[in-house]
């Protein structure tokens, strides 16, 4: 299970704004049906300013980063993807 993997995967389908051709996006399957396309952002922080709680609530563990939040603020909370670790530990601690 790789938590920030499927927040990850619902911004995409989701939220993204996908500024290159949304034909390929449709094809890659990176939106979601329903999906108002002129509705979107550019990052993950960009949703979590505008629907912080509504979106982390949305999730199953966004009630855990919410409670991690109030702990450290946002500020302070670095989230990794397990990738970025495996992929790049040098540049990844180095952010730490």
Not at 24 to 39: K, T
Request: hydrophobic share 35%.
């Amino acid at each position: 299970c790789d938590p920030v993997g499927r927040l990850e995967r619902r911004f995409i389908k989701h939220h993204y704004c996908h500024h290159e051709d949304i034909e390929a996006a449709w094809e890659r399957e990176d939106l979601f049906e329903g999906r108002n396309i002129s509705d979107c952002d550019d990052s993950m922080m960009a949703v979590l300013q505008r629907h912080r709680r509504s979106w982390l609530r949305s999730e199953r563990m966004g009630e855990h980063l919410l409670e991690l939040i109030k702990l450290f603020g946002h500020e302070r909370l670095f989230i990794v993807h397990k990738a970025s670790i495996r992929d790049h530990p040098a540049e990844t601690y180095g952010h730490v």
